[in-house]
């Protein structure tokens, strides 16, 4: 994220340039300079998530409930230091930077796969150096931050840009995040997220201004620099050769200099009257001209020039490619819930046709387990299918009428989008229209948008079983049935684990989940865990789409799932324990665990699945390593008993 080696050459080479502040002090000077009773600090939500997701577990799915609790924590710490905040999150992968998000998500997979083989060798979460964020936490977090009463903005376009053009034009004191693009904007002061001490309110600022003066370099140089130097728009591969010479030419001998050698080389480019200056002195083809060019433009913020271009011209606004299909009044809608923050995946279809995503924790070698991008592709289509219904049919060979998806799973090199298509809702009428999903006032329309919702799971017909039960219910009943009718190796231990964790999880805090003890870590529940969390995002996605016929906050994680406990229902049940057991020994607990059992069994018997047990050989941590199998071949051994728990937090660092 952001320019190449900036941040290692401004913490090692001029630590001059990071500044310690003290963030009370700070809003005081701001406030006083500004005539404004309290100041503001705009928070990079997707810089932040590694800071903010400091669980000891992570590997299991997420630990939700405690993760409110980190971003409660976060939250008041500013509210008592009397600071007001704004976070954004990035709610599109702009094109120009596409090849470097393929990039980092391959890197990832990698970094996944790596997770799984210590796992499958050691039977515990790896330590720190090998965390992988929990599947969704961006597009959760936004909705945590709602509901603890934060402004949440989700962006249109580039996300860093519209932080540090919000964060200028209102006036705001500093941005908080970890991306050197901020040291580049010529914008508020930006904060380190990393350094941030909530108990003392202390971080550091990584001035520009101070970077300006050691490099002697203008502030409207930056953006050049920060192109040479290589970012995400202009990778650092492209100008290797412009660096090369730059420290040939300046007698630097080591690539640590080649910050200083950079900022030479832009010396000796400003206009002089001798000729030949600007960015036409440099060896560079057609293309990466090009490239400079549009990535010195990305950094200029409304009303902001360049020197170093012919024409300032401001990055084009989106364009809505199905605006001649849509009508103005959805897509108008569409863009402001998302900006809003509101709704997941409706903006993206309708303006671009362009949806994407990230990693998820999934164990590449498993071939009983689809990734999840192909297990929820039937809910998707039927997502694209609420969302683009008033498309002209498919005869019309002016429209592709597919959604393009990059979407990360083992296999998929991402060299190209996949398509796919929308799919009508299997339901007698036609899909209701989104004018009046979204629009209409009709007291009758909240159980239309209640059946169009199920319709997308293809739980029409158990309409009338499932809203007897409450919100965050309805949701692990639609999406456990969903799994179990759509993987092909889904157990009733697998079912019962999924079940017995969303009932138990409705009585505990977020500290007696903290205590869930798990005696080891099995690679296939870890997956289950994460193909469960990110199927919930495809529910709030299905929400946006049919109009909210449920309140979002109770279709959220911390609502419905806990990673430890989970894992731990999971070993529980594949060990053959009693269903008493499972439940803790509660008869309310059990009573409800059964109608909800019952009603996933009948949707699968309806749908043609008889689901039947076939308990999993647990293997244990102290025992030998879990010997290589044939990929056909199932485990399907009776476990051991259950053996005695160990506190999974002293195995973490």
Not at 97 to 120: G, H, P, S
Not at 366 to 394: F, T
Request: proline fraction near 6%; charge should be neutral.
């Amino acid at each position: 994220m952001g320019v190449k080696g900036l941040q290692y050459f401004m913490e090692s080479c001029c630590p001059e340039a990071c500044l310690p502040v003290d963030l009370l002090q700070m809003a005081a000077t701001h406030a006083k300079a500004h005539h404004q009773t309290t100041a503001t600090v705009v928070v990079d939500g997707m810089a932040c998530l590694r800071y903010w997701y400091r669980c000891q577990a992570w590997v299991h799915g997420g630990q939700w409930q405690e993760y409110m609790h980190f971003l409660e924590e976060f939250v008041g710490a500013f509210t008592r230091a009397g600071l007001r905040l704004v976070f954004f999150f990035d709610g599109t992968v702009e094109e120009q930077k596409r090849a470097e998000w393929v990039k980092r998500r391959l890197r990832v997979n990698k970094d996944i796969a790596r997770m799984f083989q210590y796992i499958k060798n050691h039977c515990q979460q790896p330590d720190r150096d090998m965390f992988c964020l929990p599947s969704g936490l961006a597009t959760f977090s936004r909705f945590a931050l709602k509901s603890l009463g934060q402004e949440v903005w989700c962006s249109v376009r580039e996300g860093d840009y519209e932080i540090a053009q919000f964060a200028l034009s209102n006036n705001c004191m500093a941005i908080l995040g970890n991306d050197t693009d901020f040291v580049i904007y010529d914008t508020v002061p930006y904060l380190s997220i990393a350094k941030l001490k909530l108990e003392s309110m202390t971080t550091v600022q990584f001035s520009r201004e101070k970077l300006c003066n050691i490099l002697k370099l203008q502030k409207s140089d930056l953006p050049l620099f920060a192109c040479i130097l290589g970012n995400d728009i202009v990778p650092e591969h492209h100008l290797q050769h412009v660096r090369k010479n730059a420290l040939s030419s300046y007698g630097k001998k080591h690539q640590g200099d080649k910050v200083h050698a950079v900022a030479k080389l832009i010396n000796s480019l400003h206009p002089n009257g001798d000729g030949i200056h600007g960015i036409s002195a440099l060896p560079l083809s057609k293309a990466d001209k090009e490239a400079v060019e549009k990535g010195i433009q990305s950094y200029l913020l409304p009303g902001q020039m360049s020197p170093w271009l012919d024409s300032n011209l401001q990055p084009p606004e989106p364009v809505c490619v199905m605006k001649k299909y849509i009508n103005a009044d959805i897509l108008q809608a569409a863009k402001e819930k998302h900006m809003r923050a509101e709704c997941f995946i409706s903006y993206n279809v309708l303006y671009d046709g362009v949806v994407e995503c990230s990693n998820t924790l999934e164990d590449e070698e498993d071939v009983e387990l689809s990734p999840q991008a192909i297990l929820y592709q039937p809910i998707r289509e039927h997502i694209y299918g609420v969302l683009l219904s008033a498309l002209p049919d498919s005869h019309d060979h002016d429209h592709d009428l597919s959604v393009k998806e990059w979407f990360v799973f083992s296999g998929n090199p991402l060299k190209e989008p996949n398509k796919v298509a929308p799919k009508a809702l299997n339901i007698p009428e036609r899909t209701p229209d989104l004018m009046t999903l979204w629009f209409g006032k009709n007291s009758e329309l909240k159980s239309v948008r209640v059946f169009t919702f199920l319709a997308v799971f293809d739980l029409q017909d158990f309409s009338q079983d499932i809203i007897h039960f409450e919100t965050p219910l309805v949701t692990v009943i639609c999406l456990v049935a969903y799994i179990a009718v759509q993987a092909k190796h889904i157990s009733l231990e697998d079912i019962d684990a999924y079940l017995s964790q969303a009932v138990c999880i409705r009585y505990k805090s977020y500290t007696e989940l903290q205590q869930t003890k798990v005696p080891e870590v099995d690679p296939r529940a870890v997956q289950l865990g994460s193909l469960f969390v990110r199927g919930l995002t495809y529910l709030v996605a299905a929400n946006s789409a049919c109009g909210f016929p449920f309140p979002m906050n109770e279709l959220m994680p911390w609502k419905t799932f806990d990673g430890l406990l989970f894992h731990s229902k999971y070993l529980q049940a594949h060990s053959g324990c009693p269903k008493e057991e499972l439940l803790e020994g509660n008869p309310s607990w059990t009573s409800l665990f059964q109608s909800l059992r019952e009603l996933v069994l009948e949707v699968c018997r309806r749908r043609g699945f008889n689901i039947v047990s076939q308990p999993r050989r647990v293997q244990h941590a102290h025992m030998h390593r879990p010997r290589s199998r044939h990929p056909n071949r199932r485990r399907y051994h009776l476990a051991p008993r259950w053996p005695q728990y160990q506190n999974p937090r002293s195995d973490f660092h």
